[in-house]
Each structure stands twice: as structure tokens, then as C-alpha cells.
């Protein structure tokens, strides 16, 4: 993309070219302790791509200013749907879930014990061959006597064993790749750009601003009483 110029977008889908498929638009839904969803649309001009050749296979989403990398996500195809046939192009749609996502798909009921919480989050991860994962602990967890999974997916005991010990989870990525960082600590978040809040609709050639935000407010959970027996 050297020689682009304006905001552009570039996908990359498994062993497929790389131009294949054009970006039309995306959604991309991130946030602390979920794993993100990125949904694409695209354009091809290939009217039967293969869906094995897609489903299951890794994306990476590429955003780009004035020939300049800006911002990648990565992640693997969980669903792909082939829209209509138009004028010299076929739409598509592709949902994009990290590995993480696959935990959602396991239900277990068991009993660890012994082990300190991240030994017990990393063994999970594994046992789901994700070897890309990362702990930032700034705290140390003690070991526990006993931890139980009883009929729960693998990602919502992560998720619970996680908030009961203080900790939370994030995704990084890099070029083809991403990871999950399990932290303990605000420090480990990367401390982004202060963004300029543009109520105009134009005004702005370049940069990042905030457009639009929304602002509420809902009751909660004020306290917790926890019993040890």
C-alpha cells in the first residue's frame, strides 16, 4: 500500500489471494474480558469461492492511511455466507472470532487442584491449542486447594476464574497473528492517543476523532458477600 493514499482496507483470508476479496465495510466489537467480533463485508469477483477453503482458516483485517499500516486484527473464520451476484462481483460475509472464541464451544465439569489460577487458564488454553497467550501479572495468585468446572463452557470458567482472582483479558496482534494477554493491572493496557471530539460532520482531513458518543447510566451489583464453609 506504498503508494495509496486516503484510508484503505486490505484482508488477507487463509491461503487465498490477496485480492481476492475487496472490503466494503466492517464492525469490529472489542472489549475487556469478551473475545472480539469482527464482521466483514466483501466483494469478489470469484462468484463460488470455496468454503473450505475459508471457514475455520485465519483473517486478518489491515487498515491503512496515506500508505501507512494504521491498525490490524486478526482472527479465524467462524462463519462465511455468500450473498448475491451482481455486475462483474458476488458479495460475501465473514464473521471473525479469536481462538479464544473456540472455549465457548466446550462444556466440561471438573475438579483442579493444587494449582495457581494461571497454571489452571493456561492448561485450558492448551488443551484448545492455543499457544499464544500471555500472563502481565503485577500480583501474586496463591494456589488453590481446589477449583471446580461443573458444566460450564471452558471460556466461562476462564472468565469467572479470572474475575475471582483481580484479572482480566485483552487481545494483541501482530502481522498473521493475535494474543491473548491476561493481566492484572490497568498498567498493561497500552495507553492510547487523546482524540479530538468533532461535532461537524466535516471539518477534519485527517487523524482519528471521536464523532458521536453516547452516555448512560445502570443500576448494578453494590456489593458482594462471599462465605468460606
Same mark, same amino acid.
Given at each position: 500500500?506504498a ?7 486490505? #484482508? %488477507? ?26 464482521s ?11 468454503? $473450505? ?15 501507512e ?9 467462524? $462463519?462465511?455466507?455468500?450473498g448475491?451476484?451482481?455486475?462483474? /462481483?458476488? /458479495? ?29 487458564? $493456561? ?14 501479572? /503485577?500480583?501474586?495468585?496463591?494456589? /488453590? ?34 494474543? #491473548? ?5 490497568a $498498567?498493561?493496557?497500552? %495507553? ?6 468533532n ?27 462471599? %462465605?468460606?464453609y
Amino acid at each position: 500500500m506504498a503508494n495509496s493514499t486516503g484510508l484503505q482496507f486490505t #484482508v %488477507k483470508v487463509g491461503a487465498l489471494e490477496a485480492g481476492t476479496f475487496a472490503v466494503v465495510d466492517f464492525r469490529l466489537d472489542e472489549g475487556l474480558n469478551r473475545p472480539f467480533s469482527l464482521s466483514l463485508s466483501l466483494a469478489s469477483a470469484l462468484p463460488d469461492v470455496d468454503f $473450505g477453503a475459508v471457514l475455520d482458516q485465519p483473517c486478518e483485517l489491515m487498515i491503512w492511511y496515506e500508505g501507512e499500516l494504521k491498525r490490524r486484527v486478526s482472527g479465524i473464520i467462524s $462463519g462465511f455466507t455468500q450473498g448475491d451476484t451482481g455486475f462483474r /462481483r458476488t /458479495r460475501y460475509q465473514i464473521e471473525v472470532r479469536p481462538a479464544l472464541w473456540r472455549l465457548e464451544l466446550r462444556t466440561n465439569a471438573r475438579i483442579f487442584q493444587a494449582q495457581k489460577p494461571e497454571a489452571i487458564i $493456561g492448561a485450558l488454553l492448551e488443551e484448545a491449542g492455543i499457544t499464544d497467550y500471555a500472563f502481565a501479572l /503485577r500480583n501474586e495468585h496463591a494456589v /488453590r486447594e481446589y477449583c471446580v468446572q461443573y458444566r460450564e463452557s471452558d471460556l466461562a470458567f476462564i472468565t469467572r476464574l479470572a474475575a475471582e482472582e483481580g484479572m482480566y483479558f485483552f487481545h494483541e496482534y501482530e502481522e498473521g497473528k493475535h494474543r #491473548v494477554v491476561f493481566a492484572d493491572d490497568a $498498567g498493561a493496557l497500552t %495507553k492510547g492517543p487523546e482524540l479530538f471530539f468533532n461535532l461537524a460532520t466535516q471539518g477534519l482531513s485527517e487523524g482519528e476523532y471521536v464523532r458521536r458518543f453516547h452516555y448512560a447510566e445502570r443500576v448494578s451489583t453494590a456489593e458482594v458477600e462471599l %462465605k468460606d464453609y
